[in-house]
């Protein structure tokens, strides 16, 4: 069993990860509008693993024993000022969903429940992956990306990666 304070945070990243995946789609369908089809499935393969992300944590309160408690969602931005724009946008939602991932891990501690504190280990690491991935394609964005050929060849390096599902266990 969990108690209700780590219940409650558990369930509002439930909702901040599936915000995440809402918000990516949001991007991968302006970069579609915009003919970049390779950075557009990037995009979408990174909504799906939000959902896988959100998923895990749907489980792990259920197998605790605990209520899911699914909170709205809120539109995700709409309008963006280019691929830079988005990335960056990405950039920062990403460490804003890691400074939340710290907190859990903070709150579970003072909560002395530790087989959460050790699940959200997971999610540690994951968020600096998440950031690294990020970051990269920014600095590509950024030494390449004015220039229309080597963009065209960026699109198609992304374009190349492949889903597969985030697994916990
Ligand atoms: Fe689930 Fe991109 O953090």
Not at 63 to 69: G, I, L, N
Request: aromatic share 12%; hydrophobic share 35%; glycine share 6%.
């Amino acid at each position: 069993m969990i108690n209700d304070k780590v219940k409650e945070i558990l369930n509002e990243q439930i909702n901040k990860e599936f915000y995440s995946a809402y918000l990516y789609l949001s991007m991968g369908a302006y970069l579609s509008d915009v003919g970049l089809y390779g950075f557009s499935k990037w995009m979408e393969i990174q909504a799906r693993e939000e959902i896988d992300h959100g998923m895990i944590l749907f489980n792990y309160i259920l197998k605790r024993k605990a209520k899911v408690e699914l909170k709205s969602l809120g539109g995700p931005e709409l309008s963006f000022n280019g691929v830079e724009d988005i990335f960056n946008k990405a950039y920062e939602h990403e460490r804003s969903i890691t400074s939340a991932i710290d907190c859990i891990a903070g709150l579970t501690e003072n909560e002395c429940d530790l087989a959460t504190r050790n699940f959200i280990d997971w999610y540690l690491k994951e968020q600096i992956e998440e950031e690294d991935n990020v970051l990269r394609i920014i600095s590509k964005i950024k030494a390449f990306g004015s220039d229309k050929a080597s963009l065209y060849l960026l699109d198609k390096e992304l374009g190349n990666r492949e889903y597969s599902q985030s697994d916990y266990e």
